[in-house]
């Protein structure tokens, strides 16, 4: 939840922000007490800190123990002025402001119990929330013929059904990728709420997928710099990923097809078919007529009619007709670029083309031969 959203919810027990405004909004994710600087050590980052001083010596400590809790990347600091802080030094004042680290002076008449209590009560609901319609988002995406499962918690949950839908999805290419894509994912969706609105962003098996409700195409494409933005700032160009956006959809019911439509371009990513800035369905020429059938079968029997003959000869004899086929299409039919491509001799290209052409009864020469080929290859491509 936003510092500055759950702060509102105590604004009536003269809580008072004295320093690092510019850092309220910030993600919280609980709340812990830290009386001296060893103990900062528990702290995780993205906490709340409550101090009452009972821990310090002498005034002069107290800007030792905000340094040390600093460090740890905490939401905010909580001070309980009264008997053992008398009142915050500038010093510490001017260290805020310049780390943008929000502090806020509690009254030493407010029991902190009460405070970790509006804290607790808000954040647990707001982490109830967030899986109640990540859970719903996933149930639209994986069980579209079982609409109980999600239509009404995402109603539930200010989703409405009548509103368009887009999903976004990034494959993470990484070995921990589930870890990664869960904890990103609330970090992108922390850093979004402040600007952005109607959209959910969650981990599932590696990926970060995000749905965006009742945008226009503007609000979208808007949504989605920010999202890199922030993307690219969390992996620190440390992970590789793959990033597609489907087409919008009329109704909450077709979640799933955005959905596979964000799937595919991903793929077609990953498998360097497409750029890294084409990410968006619509953009995809041929390849979106492609993805628009929805009988996946469909798609299968068309590979098999063209090119499962030649996969197979590869798998029996060890050879590499695909991908000389795949290499001579891409070159639109040229032997020379397709030898020079692949560092082998004319010949060995005229002969390869020859054996593909007999086993798969087709004529290279042929433009509508050629095509199906070419369709095949990109059907294979969206299959992954």
């Not at 000869?313 to 000389?324: C, Q």
Request: glycine share 4%; net charge negative.
């Amino acid at each position: 939840m936003e510092l500055e959203r759950l702060m509102h919810k105590v604004s009536h027990k003269d809580v008072r922000l004295l320093a690092g405004k510019k850092g309220t909004k910030g993600n919280v994710t609980w709340m812990h007490f830290v009386e001296s600087p060893s103990t900062s050590s528990f702290l995780s980052g993205d906490e709340i800190v409550l101090i009452t001083g009972i821990g310090l010596n002498r005034k002069e400590e107290l800007l030792d123990l905000i340094t040390a809790i600093y460090q740890h990347h905490v939401a905010g600091i909580l001070i309980n002025v009264g008997p053992y802080i008398d009142h915050v030094p500038g010093e510490v004042l001017t260290f805020c402001d310049e780390k943008d680290l929000p502090l806020y002076e509690v009254p030493w008449k407010i029991h902190l119990s009460e405070l970790m209590h509006i804290f607790s009560l808000a954040l647990t609901k707001e982490d109830q929330s967030y899986i109640e319609t990540a859970n719903a988002f996933k149930n639209a995406i994986t069980f579209p013929d079982q609409e109980v499962l999600y239509v009404l918690p995402l109603n539930h949950h200010g989703f409405q059904t009548k509103w368009s839908y887009t999903v976004c999805l990034c494959q993470l290419m990484t070995k921990d990728a589930t870890d990664r894509a869960n904890h990103i994912s609330q970090l992108l969706y922390n850093a979004l709420q402040h600007d952005h609105k109607n959209y959910m962003i969650f981990g599932d098996q590696g990926n970060i997928i995000a749905v965006l409700g009742n945008a226009s195409s503007e609000e979208l494409h808007v949504f989605m710099k920010a999202f890199t933005r922030h993307l690219n700032t969390f992996l620190k160009r440390e992970i590789s990923y793959s990033l597609g956006v489907g087409k919008t959809t009329q109704s909450i019911r077709c979640i799933h097809k955005s959905y596979r439509q964000a799937l595919s371009v991903s793929r077609l990513q990953q498998e360097h078919k497409i750029s890294k800035n084409r990410i968006f369905y619509n953009d995809m020429g041929i390849y979106k007529l492609l993805m628009s059938i929805d009988d996946e079968d469909i798609l299968k029997d068309f590979v098999r009619q063209t090119l499962s003959p030649v996969i197979e000869y590869d798998r029996k004899n060890d050879a590499s007709l695909m991908e000389v086929l795949s290499c001579y299409l891409k070159n639109d039919g040229s032997v020379k670029a397709t030898a020079e491509q692949l560092f082998i001799h004319r010949n060995t290209v005229n002969y390869r083309l020859s054996k593909i052409e007999e086993i798969t009864d087709m004529d290279l020469s042929s433009t509508s031969d050629r095509l199906q080929l070419t369709v095949g290859l990109m059907i294979l491509n969206i299959l992954g």
